[in-house]
């Protein structure tokens, strides 16, 4: 059985790939499947380990992990969300820009208050 975490880490590749070839339908449905990985994730505690992924070898993997544990460790999230922005990688960058640009506006929440 895969774990969460890889599904997660497998659907985050997904969007991210799909996001560069222009693919919206495809695009929606990796997103999908991220969030019920995250959702999974997040209701088993095991949140904290989106933090392994800010090594992963795809930014998109990265950038949203780092978005997704903004709410753990703002400080170390922000952190690489700065890095990804500067990392000029075509649709990573502008990501992790609007991530934190939502962020520090108040606007973004994964999880309810």
């Known amino acids: 059985m895969t774990s969460s975490l890889d599904q997660y880490r497998r659907h985050a590749f997904d969007h991210g790939f799909h996001t560069a070839e ?4 495809a695009g929606s449905e ?3 499947h ?6 999974t994730l997040v209701r088993d505690g095991r ?6 992924l800010y090594d992963d070898a795809d930014p998109s993997v990265q950038c949203w992990a780092a ?13 690489k969300l700065e890095q990804l922005e500067k990392s ?10 609007y991530t934190i ?8 929440r994964f999880l309810p208050s």
């Open 34 to 39: 991220l969030q019920e990985a995250f959702a």
């Open 22 to 25: 222009c693919n919206a339908d």
């Open 101 to 108: 640009k939502e962020w520090k506006s108040g606007e973004l």
């Open 47 to 52: 949140r904290n380990e989106l933090f392994g």
């Open 67 to 79: 978005a997704h544990t903004l709410e753990v460790d703002e400080a170390r999230a922000l952190a």
């Open 88 to 97: 000029e990688v075509p649709h990573v960058s502008m990501d992790a820009e």
């Open 30 to 32: 990796s997103y999908d």
